[in-house]
């Protein structure tokens, strides 16, 4: 499949049908898988033959989407997860433990943060966030030698900083460590990170890979090309012997392409359990199959909603990386020349009160917590997303008391448009 282009993987990746077979994925719903002995499926949790026999582990049905998802992004391999927030922790905790040290860009995810500077740091990993458009010496300053990776988010959701991935890539492999990135907003139609040095990639697939609000889910894919091996007193868990598998080592017996990827699977999932349910998976893939088309399409309503609201004197301020003059807008020319995604997100004259205000007498567009959806969303995050941050931590994220995110869906433009309108005349 690696041939064809991307809107190609989209429909046909990951699966295909034997003589007979189903022509979409099937579901399999099974918690378990039958063996005829005992001795084929001790080679299973032997780790010496592959196979499937509990869900928690491993499915089928998400395994297929796991691979679609790997194609697309130009990956070895892939593993579904109940949630974005699971695929976060997953990529992080599957290479660092209690000790290490991660440098995080500041522009993430509130949940990331928080899950990042409160709940891994309890767990005994510090976390170091510098701003995506810091000096390169602050970014060379914030290593310390029990670093284990950096991580970033392509499009920072909701402070929409795109990061300069290739500045980042260079930075950690410097220091002989993988950069992972989170594209969810930019997806692998708009950004394939693993082209600009990315080692890892993550997912919150609730989000455009869904695209219909309909499940909660993640993703994690790995590059294959980060060389493991090259540091193994900084990667032991990848490169000595596990013990939990008779001695098994990772980038021995699965090489760099599968190594992360099977021990997240066969040491995480097994311990932890965030899997995604094959229900889930398929309706992932449903979302995937017309990804290309449907992200075309919020890119243009997001470019056409920028210019209006842009042009619009009852406006402060607009943040769109497709708008000439926009901060990131040569980063945007650069990492998404085809379009970034669907989310602006602007700050109206007058402040929270005006926000609130404005939010509360749109029609079409609904008040969620949720983003990069089919159907047009917006949010005010410091008073839900991002409620747990001061004021100064929202500033590092790049979130301001006034910014209201607005998601774009796939409805027309004209409509989200006029929407708009309506609603700033009643502030
Ligand atoms: C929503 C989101 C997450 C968390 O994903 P869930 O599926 O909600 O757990 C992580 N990163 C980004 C960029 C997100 O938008």
Known sequence: MSNYKTGTKCVQAGYSPKNGEPRQIPIYQSTTFKYDTSEEMGKLFDLEASGYFYSRLQNPTNDCVAARIAELEGGSA?????SG????FYSVFNIASCGDHIVSSSAIYGGTYNLFAVTMKRMGIE???VAPDCSDEELEKAFRPNTKAVFGETIANPALDVLDIER???AAHKHGVPLIIDNTFATPINCRPFEW???IVTHSTT???DGHASGVGGCIVDSGKFDWTKYPDKFPGLCTPDNSYHGVTYTERFGLEGAYITKATVQLMRDLGSIQSPQNAYLINLGLESLQLR?????ENAQAVAEYVKAHDKIEWVRYCGLEGDKNYALGQKYLPNGSCGVISFGVKGGRKAAETFMKNLKLASIETHVADSKTCCLHPASATHRQMNDDELRGAGVSPDLIRFSCGI???EDIIADIAQALQTI
Do not use: V
């Open 78 to 82: 892939a593993m579904l997860t109940s």
């Open 85 to 88: 927030q699971a695929a976060s």
């Open 127 to 129: 976390f170091t966030f």
């Open 168 to 170: 980042f890539a260079n």
């Open 197 to 199: 040095g990315a080692d």
């Open 207 to 209: 989000k455009y890979m």
């Open 295 to 299: 992200m075309k399409r919020h890119c």
């Open 411 to 413: 409805e027309e433009k």
